[in-house]
């Protein structure tokens, strides 16, 4: 199969979502890190993950 990647402009959850909905499979960020001001707190919201910085533990199945 093939992988559908985008790669810009990526800036929030809900544009995550609108890309995966046309079946995109992965993505690059890139600005939206390099303008945050806590760059762990840019990726935590993107990644919709509520993993506290130094718990590799990933979130329980069903919770994504």
Same mark, same amino acid.
Do not use: Y
């Given at each position: 199969?093939?992988?559908?990647? =985008?790669?810009?402009?990526?800036? =929030?959850? &809900?544009? +995550?979502?609108?890309?995966?909905?046309?079946?995109?499979?992965?993505?690059?960020?890139?600005?939206?890190?390099?303008?945050?001001? &806590?760059?762990?707190?840019?990726?935590?919201? +993107?990644?919709? =993950?509520?993993?506290? +910085?130094?718990? *590799?533990? *990933? *979130? *329980?199945?069903? &919770?994504?």
């Amino acid at each position: 199969g093939r992988i559908l990647v =985008s790669e810009s402009g990526i800036n =929030s959850q &809900d544009h +995550l979502r609108q890309l995966a909905a046309v079946g995109v499979n992965a993505v690059l960020v890139g600005e939206a890190l390099v303008t945050a001001t &806590d760059v762990a707190a840019k990726v935590r919201e +993107l990644s919709g =993950s509520a993993v506290a +910085l130094g718990d *590799p533990s *990933p *979130p *329980p199945a069903g &919770d994504s």
